[in-house]
């Protein structure tokens, strides 16, 4: 089975920047799309950014946009989110899903998340 590995989060201050790395497991990396998506204690789970199998046209979420950068490292197996200018209302829990196609309601596979935390 697939399995996605987040790893890079942590405390940063309001202003500061992370880089989130998601390495995925298997065969089907280099075909599947790939996606962050965050949960927030008390909140519904929201899609931050996603990148198809071929690296084009990226999604990002309005509040992601202009300060987060999605990319994928075929040969590694890994996609990666950078975060700058990260605020207070990013902090959540950052999840790595991957799918056939970028839907946020038809991702197959699921990482156990890795926690972003900004303080003010």
């Known amino acids: 089975q697939v399995q996605l590995v987040e790893s890079g989060g942590g405390l940063v201050q309001a202003g500061g920047s992370l880089r989130l790395s998601c390495t995925a497991s298997?065969?089907?990396?280099?075909?599947?799309?790939m996606a962050w998506f965050r949960q927030a204690p008390g909140k519904e789970r929201e899609l931050v950014a996603g990148?198809?199998?071929?690296?084009?046209?990226?999604y990002y979420a309005d509040s992601a946009k202009g300060r987060f950068t999605i990319s994928r490292d075929n040969a590694k197996n890994t996609v990666y989110l950078q975060m700058n200018s990260l605020k207070p209302e990013d902090t959540a829990v950052y999840l790595c899903a991957q799918g056939a196609v970028l839907d946020p309601h038809g991702m197959e596979y699921w990482g156990k998340g890795t926690l972003v935390t900004v303080s003010s």
């Open positions: 298997g065969r089907t990396f280099t075909t599947s799309a």
């Open positions: 990148i198809s199998w071929s690296g084009g046209t990226p």
